[in-house]
């Protein structure tokens, strides 16, 4: 059975960063495409950045380009998502995600999720 594990969320200032972890057991990670998504209150569920299972394809949603960056290591079994320049509407609970299928955007289209850490940007 897959597991997914977030770490790194936290309280931050805008304008600071924050790398978020995201590691995978029960399966091999690398057979994976991995995503991004976070949900703030009152909010739906967006997409925030894929990575394919190589590591040479990624997806960003336009408000996060430039700013975010997703990577992972394959020998780790983890995903990151260094997040740089923050800003308040940031702020929300982000998850990991796994596909079995392809790089996607598309939420349903993902397998397997983690139980999600909090981001706070404060102003």
């Known amino acids: 059975q897959v597991q997914l594990v977030e770490s790194g969320g936290g309280l931050v200032q805008a304008g600071g960063s924050l790398r978020l972890s995201c590691a995978l057991s029960g399966r091999t990670f690398s057979t994976y495409a991995m995503g991004w998504f976070r949900q703030a209150p009152g909010k739906d569920c967006e997409f925030v950045a894929a990575?394919?299972?190589?590591?040479?394809?990624?997806y960003y949603v336009d408000s996060v380009k430039g700013r975010f960056t997703i990577s992972r290591d394959n020998a780790k079994n983890t995903v990151y998502l260094q997040m740089n320049s923050l800003k308040p509407e940031d702020t929300a609970v982000y998850y990991c995600?796994?596909?079995?299928?392809?790089?996607?955007?598309?939420?349903?289209?993902?397998?397997?999720w983690g139980q999600g850490t909090q981001v706070t940007v404060s102003s």
């Open positions: 990575i394919s299972r190589s590591g040479r394809i990624r």
């Open positions: 995600a796994a596909d079995r299928i392809a790089t996607s955007n598309k939420r349903d289209e993902y397998d397997y």
